[in-house]
């Protein structure tokens, strides 16, 4: 089996969908080469060698990798044109699109992952361009494509419904966990972390105005908010910090760095993660692997994943938000009751269960007459 990977989210700081794809190929790579199934990349750097990409090929043998260098800007031009291009030329058993999209005019059965629909729920969230651009490319992939992956349960039945696709087309899988690096030698203290990107649904002026109830009970708490600012209309979490009287208590980071992020982790008492729509949400669950009780806002996908291994809440009600993460800090055994919970939540989210069941849809898919 043959099957070629739209690896161009792997170039660059990887948000979500490169992450994802990176986790699914480590675990890939280590199939046996030659072997029943052959792996070709497709990304616009240039080279020869699947370690252009970085992890995890920069490391180790390629394994059943290879790589095919398509120039172009690696945008919805290149997808279109280039790469559909490259395919044709090649034409490999089936294609692995990771992030919403892929080429249209293709002879090649795609089986294509997305991760939400948010565009076509909560278009307020998106540029108008952006937002038009999103919706006619995944509406259009998902109605070609031989096979769709939704990441959860909630994202299978919001593409059903709002993509108007047969069930029978669409399959949940999982994805697995991204484990932070363990820091021996710190201990905890009150610290409250968000990890993230910023974007309007995940309620930042909330969690702002519920920490500030919580500095006047807990006055040697701590917030750090860490991820790039993506939202619209646009939010200042340093403004409303300093407008609260608490810009000495809460520090605004655009990007750390994985050892950094990994001493945020072993330090921090809470997570707190208000979003009131994910797809399937990585950040809580990296939390709680890392040994951090976590609090997430009381949504469908949080009651699917978390179960009780999170303390949800409305993420409208500013008073309860203070509440749980007051309780938190201030008392060991809520905290150890919620990462007991996340201690057998947790197994159910492997890459190595999440790789196995996608290729096993890829098989299906590449095999269709």
Not at 102 to 125: G, K, N, Q, Y
Not at 230 to 236: A, G
Not at 326 to 342: G, I, K
């Amino acid at each position: 089996m043959r099957i070629g990977i739209d690896a161009r989210e792997l170039l660059g700081r990887r948000t979500g969908v490169g992450r994802y794809l990176a986790d699914l190929c480590a675990v890939w790579q280590r199939l046996p080469s030659p072997g029943a199934h052959r792996f070709v990349l497709y990304a616009p750097a240039p080279g020869q060698d699947p370690s252009v990409l970085g992890p995890p090929f920069d490391t180790g043998p390629p394994g059943p990798f290879r790589y095919r260098a398509v120039p172009g800007a690696g945008d919805s031009w290149w997808e279109q044109t280039r790469l559909a291009a490259a395919l044709n030329e090649d034409e490999p058993d089936v294609l692995f699109a990771p992030g919403y999209s892929a080429p249209l005019r293709i002879r090649v059965p795609v089986v294509l992952t997305i991760h939400d629909i948010s565009f076509e729920t909560h278009p307020e969230w998106f540029s108008w361009r952006e937002g038009l651009r999103r919706r006619w490319f995944t509406r259009h992939a998902a109605r070609r494509a031989a096979r769709i992956i939704a990441v959860s349960g909630f994202t299978r039945d919001e593409v059903v419904a709002h993509l108007r696709l047969p069930p029978t087309r669409v399959s949940v899988v999982w994805s697995g966990i991204h484990r932070p690096t363990p820091v021996a030698g710190l201990a905890r203290e009150p610290l409250v972390l968000f990890v993230g990107s910023i974007f309007n649904r995940r309620h930042i002026p909330a969690l702002i105005q519920a920490f500030a109830r919580v500095a006047v009970r807990v006055p040697a708490a701590r917030l750090v908010l860490v991820g790039d600012n993506r939202s619209i209309p646009r939010e200042d979490p340093a403004g409303l910090a300093a407008a609260s009287g608490i810009a000495d208590r809460v520090a605004v980071c655009a990007y750390v760095d994985d050892a950094e992020l990994a001493s945020l982790y072993a330090r921090a008492m809470v997570f707190v993660f208000l979003s009131e729509y994910e797809g399937f949400g990585f950040p809580p669950f990296e939390a709680m692997a890392a040994g951090v009780p976590t609090v997430v806002g009381d949504t469908p996908v949080a009651r699917e994943l978390y179960l009780d291994a999170a303390w949800r809440v409305n993420v409208g009600d500013v008073p309860g938000i203070a509440g749980a993460i007051t309780a938190l800090l201030e008392n060991a055994d809520a905290r150890a009751a919620l990462l007991a919970s996340a201690a057998e939540r947790l197994p159910r989210f492997t890459w190595e269960r999440a790789a196995g069941e996608t290729l096993t849809i890829l098989d299906r898919a590449g095999r269709q007459p």
